[in-house]
């Protein structure tokens, strides 16, 4: 059974930095590519970035190039999302995904995965 939880989210100012974590509590997690999507009010869920099996390649949507950072534990079934220089725009639902059938990079697309995590709350502020 894979099991996925946020946490992490929060208030921020804007050009602050906050770290997501999800953690997964199966053994699939290792093997499985891992995207990190968000979404805002009124809008649809957004690719935000994705990694590899090994944490050895990683994808990320423009918007948040040079901003965000995602990385991964497999000792400790981990997936991270550090994000820095925060906008306004940033505030949205953060979830985790896991794509099982995938070791390679994950895809940018929501129903390529099948594992989703309940979400964390990010709000930055102006």
């Known amino acids: 059974q894979v099991q996925l939880v946020e946490s992490g989210g929060g208030l921020a100012q804007a050009g602050g930095s906050l770290r997501l974590s999800c953690a997964n509590s199966g053994s699939t997690f290792r093997s499985a590519a891992m995207g990190w999507f968000r979404q805002a009010p009124g809008k649809e869920r957004e690719f935000v970035a994705t990694?590899?099996?090994?944490?050895?390649?990683?994808y990320y949507a423009d918007s948040v190039k040079g901003r965000f950072t995602i990385s991964r534990d497999n000792a400790k079934n981990t997936v991270y999302l550090q994000m820095n220089s925060l906008k306004p725009e940033d505030t949205a639902v953060y979830y985790c995904?896991?794509?099982?059938?995938?070791?390679?990079?994950?895809?940018?697309?929501?129903?390529?995965?099948?594992?989703w995590g309940q979400g964390t709350q990010v709000t930055v502020s102006s």
């Open positions: 995904a896991l794509d099982s059938q995938n070791y390679g990079l994950g895809s940018q697309r929501p129903e390529s995965y099948d594992y």
């Open positions: 990694i590899n099996w090994s944490g050895g390649v990683k």
